[in-house]
């Protein structure tokens, strides 16, 4: 059974980067899934931020895309987020998820709450 | 992008009745090389993260009780759950994953009535 836990700061100051990492336990981040991030700002629904594969081939929303980087580290089984240019509107819980890789997903982390204000 | 619109926004239902959530995509999700539905529904109640339920729009995620249940096909979507229990207060979504970027329902809030 794979579990995800996110981790990093829980605020960061407008124009700066966000940067979060999801910790994959109960699997191998090299077995044949893609690796999400997924955001949701606080009383609203679900954005799909992007993905990546242990490759390290990536999918990212074009909506977020100029901001954003996912990248894997095999190593320490785990992948991560950083989203430049941030402003309130990117205040959310920040999700990371994954599945079989066909798109929809089991796995999800708690998610961690990410506030940007100065 | 394929845009995901839910109807009603907001639900009640009596304990034991059925209730109903439909989903409706801007453009077909069904792949007919292999004719699935590239659709799922999540169940996502307060303070969690969204659970999985059903996907290729209408297989049961393991665990899930059977009272629910997903059809449809193309462009429309229904989420039932035939008799409603008190544990199924959330807020439900549908999403595509037919082609990034993924993309999700506004989400629908059932309550009991």
């Known amino acids: 059974q794979v579990q995800l836990q996110e981790s990093g700061p829980g605020l960061v100051k407008p124009s700066g980067t966000l940067s979060l990492t999801c910790a994959v336990s109960?699997?191998?981040?090299?077995?044949?899934?893609?690796w999400n991030w997924v955001r949701q700002p606080p009383g609203k629904g679900l954005e799909w931020i992007g993905e990546?594969?242990?490759?390290?081939?990536?999918n990212y929303n074009p909506s977020l895309k100029s901001r954003v980087t996912i990248s894997v580290d095999k190593s320490k089984n785990q992948f991560s987020l950083k989203l430049s240019s941030v402003t309130a509107a990117d205040t959310a819980v920040y999700y990371c998820?994954?599945?079989?890789?066909?798109?929809?997903?089991?796995?999800w982390g708690q998610g961690t709450l990410v506030t940007v204000s100065s | 992008d394929i845009v995901m619109t839910q109807s009603p926004d907001s639900l009640a239902v009596s304990l034991g009745e059925r209730a109903t959530i439909n989903c409706k995509s801007t453009?077909?999700?069904?792949?007919?090389?292999?004719?699935?539905?590239?659709l799922a529904w999540y169940q996502q109640r307060p303070g969690q993260p969204p659970k999985l339920l059903i996907y290729?729009?209408?297989t049961r995620e393991s665990g899930v009780p059977d009272r629910f249940s997903g059809s449809g096909s193309g462009t429309d979507f229904t989420l039932t759950i035939s008799s409603l229990q008190a544990e199924d207060v959330a807020v439900y979504y549908c999403?595509?994953?037919?082609?990034?970027?993924?993309?999700f329902g506004q989400g629908t809030k059932l309550e009991i009535k």
């Open positions: 109960g699997g191998s981040i090299s077995s044949r899934k893609w």
């Open positions: 998820a994954s599945g079989g890789g066909q798109g929809y997903f089991e796995y």
């Open positions: 453009q077909s999700v069904l792949y007919s090389s292999n004719n699935k539905n590239y």
């Open positions: 290729w729009a209408s």
């Open positions: 990546i594969y242990h490759s390290g081939s990536t």
């Open positions: 999403q595509q994953y037919y082609s990034t970027p993924y993309t």
